[in-house]
């Protein structure tokens, strides 16, 4: 989000109040509402837009017009604030630790920019890797199930290991509700749900689950998105509306690029851990398409193992539907 680009008019929907606009690299056309610019315009037109909400679910990203004049190619001009910018600003005295030196960090936030994770590494590989799993441990032995569709993302909570509360069953189903409402809303601010989101809590019956709505409100008042808890469905599942600015990690996490990086991640590890060995990455030729387009990420590699990545582009043979698995090769 926030990208500045030069775009081409590709069509014009008046039955959506707008037009679809072809933009830099392959992802799908944009668009942009007549309210934002379109009005007005005819295909054909070159045009300098802004993003204003990242692609979601296979819909191309939301963009904005500026009054500027512009003239073809299309082309990236400048990009927007990146995560670690983001993130930064949300939290404006805090340390910044990365991984590695690679990683993108603006020239104004080094002096708070510290490169190694010390003794966070574990706990950040667990929280990361945790983050991949649509299954949530939540407090009291409480868990979610997060269903992304393309409509709404659902989010079920189960009693789990909670059921064996001893009080009463009313008030126990209350005490852990009120419970696990901010570990909800923290997944879903780390995560980046977003658009609605419906959340069917745990054995309260539907009439009895308006008693939450203070818990819903509060928990996320403390998200910079600013969502909204719009209240509870005939169902009694909670409403909550939250702003589509960036792709949820669902997303980020699907693909042929995900995982390459996720094998690049692996194969990395395993040369720092097994350096006596030599090792290479066999995966779908999409996924070593995706790494082979990539590259910064090769360079990070190279920068932190000190040599370039080995891979065979064929599926792997041991029988599983992964994409890639590694390998160990006969050093020469």
């Known amino acids: 989000m926030g990208d500045e680009v030069i775009g081409r008019i590709t069509a014009r929907v008046p039955a959506m109040a707008g037009a679809f606009v072809a933009l830099p690299g392959a992802e799908p056309d944009g668009f942009l509402p007549d309210t934002a610019g379109a009005a007005g315009l005819t295909e054909g037109r070159f045009v300098a837009l802004r993003v204003t909400r990242g692609p979601q679910g296979g819909k191309g990203c939301r963009l904005s017009a500026s009054d500027d004049v512009a003239e073809g190619p299309i082309r990236l001009l400048a990009r927007g604030p990146g995560a670690v910018a983001r993130l930064a600003a949300l939290h404006p005295t805090a340390e910044i630790r990365i991984d590695r030196p690679a990683v993108a960090v603006p020239l104004a936030l080094r002096s708070r920019l510290q490169i190694g994770l010390g003794d966070l590494r574990g706990e950040a590989d667990a929280e990361w890797s945790a983050l991949e799993d649509l299954v949530v441990a939540l407090p009291a032995g409480a868990r979610m199930t997060i269903s992304p569709t393309p409509a709404l993302t659902a989010i079920d909570v189960d009693a789990g290991a909670a059921t064996a509360d001893r009080r009463p069953k009313k008030e126990a189903q209350l005490a852990l509700n009120r419970a696990v409402i901010p ?28 008693v939450l709505a203070d818990s819903f409100t509060a928990a996320l008042a403390e998200d910079p998105a600013k969502p909204r808890f719009l209240g509870f469905s005939g169902l009694g599942l909670a409403e909550i509306l939250r702003p589509r600015l960036h792709p949820p990690l669902h997303e980020l996490f699907a693909g042929p690029h995900a995982a390459g990086l996720a094998a690049l991640a692996a194969l990395c590890q395993a040369w ?61």
Do not use: C, K, M
Request: net charge positive.
């Open 272 to 332: 720092e851990t097994q350096p006596g060995q030599a090792h290479a990455l066999q995966a779908v030729p999409s996924v070593i398409a995706a790494i082979e387009a990539d590259a910064t990420a090769r360079q990070q590699f190279r920068d932190r193992i000190g040599r370039v990545p080995t891979f065979h582009a064929q599926p792997p043979d041991d029988g599983s539907l992964r994409a890639w698995r590694l390998v160990t090769v006969p050093q020469r």
């Open 183 to 210: 570990a909800i809303a923290r997944q879903i601010r780390l995560r980046h749900l977003a658009g609605a989101i419906v959340v069917d809590s745990a054995g309260l019956p539907q009439r009895g689950r308006s």
